[in-house]
């Protein structure tokens, strides 16, 4: 499957416990982005990198979340102490670059925090 | 920065019948307006995208329509099928690299 993956593509956690997401991106996109989408909402912009470069990330974004792509191939997304309002559907997405905007969505990892 | 407004939230057609969705957005400077359909537990699809040097793009039974001076974006999609039943977004990309989402609109085929 040459499509994104995201692992994994479940998770619940306990109000408080850290958890740690991955994605990869289609071989040689060089752009990757990181969404949010809840029930009967459109992804919300989380943040995104060029290569191994974050060049943006959502205002509304807690001091919480951090994104890694360290070699610029595949990302971490880490959520530290988790709360219930951060249960959702956490989506990856990638796209070649600069001049080809079509973003290639992931399956999503579906976070419950209890 | 951008903004992107979505309606209707919810649309019932007959099959065979058309169905449009319309958006608005607010960053004069967006240039770049993809639509993706997203069924029940999958990911977003990109069904279609329009840029801002064209006002019109077709594909088959799906096209969009692109109005710069009004900020305005159109799905429209002929002779409906059941498979068209989902959840529609429409986005719009802001000056940096960043795509915005609206809220949806479910579309429901009636056979």
């Known amino acids: 499957d040459t499509g994104v993956s995201q692992n994994p593509r479940h998770k619940i956690t306990k109000r408080g416990q850290n958890v740690t997401f991955r994605c990869d991106p289609i071989s040689e996109h060089n752009r990757l982005y990181w969404y949010r989408q809840t029930l009967g909402q459109g992804p919300e912009f989380l943040t995104y990198?060029?290569?191994?470069?974050?060049?943006?990330k959502s205002r509304l974004l807690s001091d919480r979340f951090s994104a890694e792509r360290p070699k610029g191939s595949f990302s971490t997304l880490e959520i530290q102490r988790t709360e219930q309002g951060d249960s959702a559907m956490y989506l990856c997405?990638?796209?070649?670059?600069?001049?080809?905007?079509?973003?290639?969505f992931g399956p999503g990892t579906r976070l419950t925090v209890l | 920065g951008e903004n992107v407004e979505q309606h209707p939230s919810t649309l019932s057609v007959q099959e065979g019948d058309s169905a449009v969705i319309k958006c608005t957005y607010s960053?004069?400077?967006?240039?770049?307006f993809p639509w993706y359909k997203q069924e029940l537990g999958k990911r977003p699809q990109l069904i279609i995208d329009i840029r801002s040097n064209v006002g019109e793009k077709k594909d088959q039974r799906i096209a969009v329509t692109l109005n710069k001076t009004a900020k305005h974006f159109s799905l429209h999609i002929t002779e409906t099928q059941p498979e068209d039943s989902a959840v529609y977004f429409c986005?719009?990309?802001?000056?940096?690299?960043?795509?915005?989402f609206g809220s949806g609109t479910r579309l429901s085929i009636r056979p």
């Open positions: 960053d004069s400077a967006s240039n770049y």
């Open positions: 990198f060029q290569n191994e470069a974050q060049l943006e």
């Open positions: 997405a990638s796209s070649l670059g600069i001049n080809t905007d079509t973003q290639y």
């Open positions: 986005a719009a990309r802001d000056q940096g690299s960043k795509i915005i």
